[in-house]
């Protein structure tokens, strides 16, 4: 049977600095893993945002490079910046996703087919990147201003530490303490090689050190003679979260370290508010299909997220509207339906 060429759907998005990127909270629990240098973390997290724009698994996505840059924190004097942008998604490509579950392990590319025409940057994700970056049972929301400026461990350690935040089972609950044992940590980080000692990976990756019986931010030079904040410290400053760490011992050694995670009241605030705008979006949505009790002759038999009912009609080979229509599936906001008559209660009757 002669090969079926499909054209890809190509999609302009903006990227907006203000705008959150919807991130599977499953990329941050250790079982899946990716090493990557600081700017390209950022790339990856900010291009993600680009999948709430455009669902559709086979479109090729078109987004302004200077919006890239400055999700990286590069600023417009510099002249090798669209040099960065490149060499954060050669970065990508050479290292994949990993995964592993015991002797099992699964790895892919998150894009494939990055251009450049000098203005636009332009790619499509890999089948399973989408699914793993999409997978919105639990997420966690990442704005490019709050870590643009994050340095390579203040970049991986934010997202861990923020859906730690995000996964509390109260929406009120705004400060969290965790604990993280050490392994996983250096392990998440890629550093068990290069800090074996705890006190170094304290030191180093996490930015703090014992002075005087306490544990405090650590202070040192840097190659300008400039004094260097700690990964701890930039994720202070520059993201909508603060953090406290302290190493905990368990006998004569420190294995442990609790983390105190509280978000800052501004972000809190908007946290209120968005919540409250889902909730007075479920309810418009509950009456605009009319599944209330008042309806007496159709009720939801079955709910979809539109990005399974995509995938679905990629795999059987047909237009995503033709699919749904097959499978007598209704399209309201981010979800399709499927309904059926409500069973007749046989006492109605004689209850009425």
């Known amino acids: 049977m002669e090969e079926v060429k499909t054209e890809r759907e190509k999609v302009n998005v903006e990227i907006k600095f203000n705008g959150a990127t919807k991130l599977s909270n499953s990329l941050f629990d250790g079982t899946r893993r990716f090493k990557l240098s600081a700017n390209a973390i950022k790339l990856l997290f900010t291009i993600a945002q680009s999948l709430r724009e455009n669902p559709s ?3 090729e996505i078109r987004i302004n490079i200077n919006c890239l840059t400055k999700s990286l924190g590069l600023k417009d004097e510099n002249n090798g910046r669209y ?13 994949p996703l990993e995964k592993y579950e015991g002797k099992k392990w699964h790895i892919a590319h998150w894009v494939a087919e990055v251009k450049f ?66 392994e996983f940590l250096k392990s998440y980080t890629f550093c068990h090689d290069k800090y074996k000692n705890n006190v170094d990976f304290f030191r180093n990756v996490l930015g703090i050190e014992k002075k005087d019986d306490e544990w405090l931010p650590t202070i040192r030079p840097s190659k300008d003679n400039l004094l260097e904040i700690s990964p701890i410290q930039e994720i202070n400053n520059h993201t909508d979260i603060t953090v406290t760490a302290t190493p905990l011992k368990r006998g004569a050694a420190y294995n442990r370290v609790k983390f105190a995670i509280t978000l800052k009241s501004e972000a809190a605030q908007e946290r209120q508010e968005r ?25 939801v038999s079955k709910k979809y997220h539109a990005s399974q009912i995509i995938k679905e009609a990629a795999a059987a080979g047909v237009e995503v509207d033709k699919y749904a229509k097959l499978c007598k599936l209704t399209k309201k906001g981010n979800y399709y339906l499927l309904f059926k008559k409500k069973e007749k209660n046989l006492f109605s009757d004689v209850l009425n």
């Open 275 to 299: 919540n409250a705008a889902i909730k007075e979006k479920k309810k418009e949505l509950n009456k605009e299909l009319n599944i209330n009790k008042s309806n007496d002759k159709f009720e």
């Open 83 to 95: 040099e960065y942008v490149r060499d954060a998604f050669l970065e990508l490509s050479k290292n």
């Open 57 to 59: 698994l086979f479109a």
């Open 117 to 182: 025409d000098g203005t636009e940057v332009e790619f499509y994700f890999t089948k399973t990147s989408q699914e793993v970056l999409t997978q919105m049972m639990r997420y966690v929301e990442l704005k490019p201003k709050h870590y643009c400026n994050l340095s390579m461990y203040a970049a991986y350690l934010y997202p861990l530490l923020k859906n730690e935040l995000f996964m509390s089972s109260k929406h009120s609950t705004y400060t969290k303490s965790v604990e993280k044992d050490i």
